[in-house]
């Protein structure tokens, strides 16, 4: 080879490298996350802690429902009458069924336009940390395959969709109990 072809072949790989290398770094400096399926985002505190994420919680007007929380693609959120403020006591085969939206424990929650009530973080009996709407821990229902399946609701009287509180209301579950089941199940309790 000649050595004018021999250094245009050197600074050719030259290049590759630096733009291999410059784009890893772009990829690195803004990370994405996956949350369950919905879109995180990182926050301005990234810069200090990598971890540090977004999540926005939506919201779904329904005739009969009213509006409720909905999370992944849409799907919707729920609440459990068995739950104690800021503490989830679905676990094991209840945790199969309703899965709880979980997140890292750094996340910054976005709340759907009008919401009043607040989100917060909680620990769960297995160390991960979950999503909670005016104190109560969220879940998803196993049984909805699309956006806008509400066929958790009323199950075993014990689950409700999370509903949006908007000034004076609370997402408690005596609250939720008067909404009007959307189907009827045999669902053993979770």
């Not at 630096?18 to 369950?36: E, H, M, Q």
């Not at 009458?81 to 679905?90: A, E, M, V, W």
């Not at 979980?102 to 917060?120: D, E, Y």
Request: charged share 5%; aromatic share 8%.
């Amino acid at each position: 080879m000649r050595p004018t072809n021999r250094f245009i072949s050197l600074a050719g790989v030259a290049t590759a490298a630096l733009l291999f290398v410059a784009a890893c770094t772009s990829a690195a400096a803004t990370p994405v996350a996956s949350v369950l399926g919905a879109t995180a985002t990182p926050t301005m505190a990234a810069a200090t802690s990598p971890a540090a994420m977004s999540l926005t919680v939506g919201v779904t007007n329904d005739p009969t429902l009213g509006a409720y929380l909905t999370g992944q693609n849409g799907m919707t959120l729920y609440i459990f009458k068995n739950d104690t403020p800021d503490s989830s006591t679905c676990t094991g085969t209840c945790s199969t069924n309703w899965p709880a939206l979980t997140v890292p424990a750094s996340t910054v929650i976005t709340p759907p336009t009008g919401a009043t009530g607040t989100f917060s973080l909680i620990t769960r009996p297995d160390g991960t940390t979950q999503v909670a709407y005016d104190h109560q821990p969220l879940y998803y229902y196993a049984g909805d395959s699309a956006a806008g399946d509400t066929t958790g609701q009323g199950l075993s009287g014990k689950w409700f969709v999370a509903p949006l509180i908007t000034s004076g209301a609370s997402a408690s579950p005596a609250a939720a109990t008067s909404m009007p089941a959307a189907s009827a199940s045999t669902n053993t309790g979770y």
